[in-house]
């Protein structure tokens, strides 16, 4: 007889408990991200704490509900690093493109 822990394949599941509040706390997150609108926030204050909260939001998602918090380090770091590896890149490309942008205005007007 099969107890409530196991599933066809014969691996575990986790608690219904756990996915009701990483629920609950992505409808926290949510109502928060609407408080930055409701409160009328602006300029960067706004927009870090809507980019915080989406990123919150997206890591509750990934971690929980894509089963990678329960993976193995080489696999996080597979499916991380590249992504990580590309913001950092577009960074770099937006700071050399206000540089470059510098130049062409200070040097032909």
């Given amino acids: 007889m099969q107890t409530t822990h196991d ?3 014969g691996q575990q599941q986790h608690p219904i408990g756990l996915y009701l509040k990483v629920w609950a706390l992505l ?4 109502m928060m991200s609407y408080a ?3 409160y009328h926030l602006q300029g960067l204050w706004r927009w870090s704490l809507i980019l915080l909260f989406m990123l919150l939001k997206a890591g509750l998602i990934v971690a929980v509900f894509m089963h990678l918090a329960w993976e193995r380090l080489a696999l996080i770091c597979a499916i991380l690093l590249p992504p990580l590896a ?9 700071s050399e493109a206000g540089y470059v942008n510098l130049t062409r ?3 032909f007007r």
């Fill in 105 to 107: 205005l200070l040097f």
């Fill in 36 to 38: 930055v609108d409701y």
């Fill in 27 to 30: 409808f926290v997150l949510s």
């Fill in 7 to 9: 599933t066809l394949a």
């Fill in 86 to 94: 590309l913001v950092a890149l577009v960074g770099l490309m937006a």
